[in-house]
């Protein structure tokens, strides 16, 4: 089964208005934290927002929060005000430990979203 | 502040060859270290992640192999490449709240 599902193959959104990108997740670690990563066509990763699965509060960063759902276990990102350099994909990860190496944690990540964003 | 480079930035290999991919990380000591692998139009995939020298753990068997000779330092190789072995490779270094990635490297093998 998937870890991480973002449903969203694709998405267009016109300039200015809010978009939210969907992720939901499965994990049985109590304790986990959930990542948004933007990839440009350059190919680099850039790190969005992150929230922990204890954290109260869900995370926002500038244009970026994160509608953390914990009981239905959904990680949505939410981009206000889209801009035409927010046109990328866009990753929704999940750290949780790795049982297979003590000790350690390891990052899952979805299949992505291809956001458009359209003049 | 912490870093993480990767090169190099393109490689192009004929089948058969061997691989080596570089990585290393300034600013931090005895990071997470991870290898992820991005095909064409997919998400990432977990390849290899380290937690200490000469400590790894392979998420995928295949014709990959990791190695940490150095604290800092995370090197993907292979010995003979497959045409499947083409895509998109990322180093990645975690602490806790965040995880950053270096360039990548794209290879595409002939």
């Known amino acids: 089964a998937q870890k991480i599902t973002q449903t969203q193959p694709g998405m267009f959104v016109q300039e200015k208005e809010a978009v939210t990108l969907d992720c939901t997740y499965d994990t049985s670690d109590p304790s986990y934290g959930l990542f948004w990563y933007k990839q440009p066509s350059s190919g680099e990763m850039i790190f969005l927002i992150y929230q922990g699965s204890y954290d109260q509060q869900n995370a926002t960063e500038g244009r970026y929060s994160l509608n953390f759902q914990k009981a239905r276990k959904s990680a949505n990102l939410v981009i206000s005000a889209s801009q035409l350099g927010d046109s990328a994909m866009y990753f929704c990860a999940m750290r949780e430990l790795a049982y297979s190496g003590a000790g350690s944690y390891q990052l899952t990540f979805g299949k992505g979203t291809k956001l458009s964003v359209i003049p | ?110």
């Open chain 2, 1 to 110: 502040s912490q870093t993480i480079h990767q090169w190099p930035a393109t490689l192009v290999q004929p089948v058969g060859s061997p691989l080596s991919l570089e990585c290393t990380v300034e600013g931090t000591s005895n990071p997470n270290l991870y290898w992820y692998r991005q095909a064409a139009g997919r998400g990432l995939q977990l390849l290899f992640y380290s937690v200490g020298i000469g400590q790894i753990s392979s998420e995928v068997p295949q014709n990959l192999s990791a190695s940490r000779p150095q604290d800092r330092q995370f090197i993907l190789s292979s010995k003979k490449l497959l045409l499947s072995d083409s895509g998109f490779y990322l180093c990645a270094w975690r602490r806790v709240g965040e995880a950053f990635f270096g360039q990548g490297t794209r290879l595409t093998v002939v």
